[in-house]
């Protein structure tokens, strides 16, 4: 079983909609949590992260944290073109180095 | 400030080749890591540098894989002999280090180096 789960997608809306992107995770260790955005060809570019659980907001972005659930979302209200890439979450534990990582969501936002 | 620079941005080589792919991090940054996504998958630490001192190589897949990084700059991996399952694409990422703070470290990725082993 892999340590963080996230649907590869690929997801497709249309211009305007909100979008809701999860990851579930199986190590109850994890601290930090984080989003980040990888256009094609570049590298991941991190958007948001959080610490424990609750919600952050930035924008037109919303992450939230459920560590009782162990579930973790991201929402893009009123999505752009612009938005169109690969969102990938990424954990770890606090005071570790490491990142886990999901697979990445591949999201195409329609005109 | 310049961003992380990774080269070459793709390399195609025969199984059993070798292959050396370079990282240039963010001036300043002391922690250098290396990752990895190999096709259909996530992407996976292999490990991460202090300075020259590697810190953490529980990722790194076999002993055909070599990572230094000399005088705390750049740093080099290198795969030898080069195997069909190594194809991928190998990030690098860099971060400040800072003393005495266990939070989240902000880490900046290069846009990858692109391994085709055929």
């Known amino acids: 079983q892999k340590e963080v789960e996230q649907d590869p997608g690929p997801l497709s809306v249309p211009e305007g909609a909100i979008v809701s992107l999860n990851c579930t995770y199986s190590n109850s260790a994890f601290q930090y949590f984080m989003w980040y955005r990888q256009y094609s060809r570049k590298g991941p570019e991190l958007l948001m992260y959080t610490y424990s659980s609750g919600n952050k907001e930035d924008g037109r972005f919303t992450a939230q944290v459920d560590k009782s659930s162990k579930y973790i979302s991201l929402f893009i209200r009123d999505s752009q073109p612009s938005d169109s890439a690969t969102y990938l979450c990424?954990?770890?534990?606090?005071?570790?180095?490491?990142?886990?990582f999901g697979q990445g969501t591949r999201l195409t936002i329609n005109p | 400030e310049a961003g992380v620079t990774q080269f070459p941005s793709h390399s195609v080589i025969e199984k059993g080749q070798t292959v050396t792919l370079r990282c240039d991090p963010i001036?300043?940054?002391?922690?250098l890591y290396w990752y990895r996504r190999v096709m259909g998958k996530e992407i996976k630490f292999l490990l991460h540098?202090?300075?020259?001192?590697?810190?953490?190589e529980s990722g790194m897949p076999n002993n055909r894989f070599l990572a230094e990084r000399t005088g705390g700059t750049y740093s080099t991996l290198k795969v030898q002999p080069a195997e069909l399952e190594d194809s991928g694409v190998y990030f690098c990422?860099?971060?400040?280090?800072?003393?005495?703070?266990?939070?989240?470290?902000?880490?900046?990725f290069g846009a990858g180096s692109r391994l085709t082993v055929l």
């Open positions: 990424a954990m770890k534990v606090g005071g570790a180095q490491k990142l886990v």
């Open positions: 001036s300043g940054h002391d922690n």
């Open positions: 540098f202090v300075k020259e001192s590697k810190q953490d």
């Open positions: 990422a860099s971060s400040r280090l800072l003393a005495g703070v266990s939070g989240a470290n902000v880490l900046t």
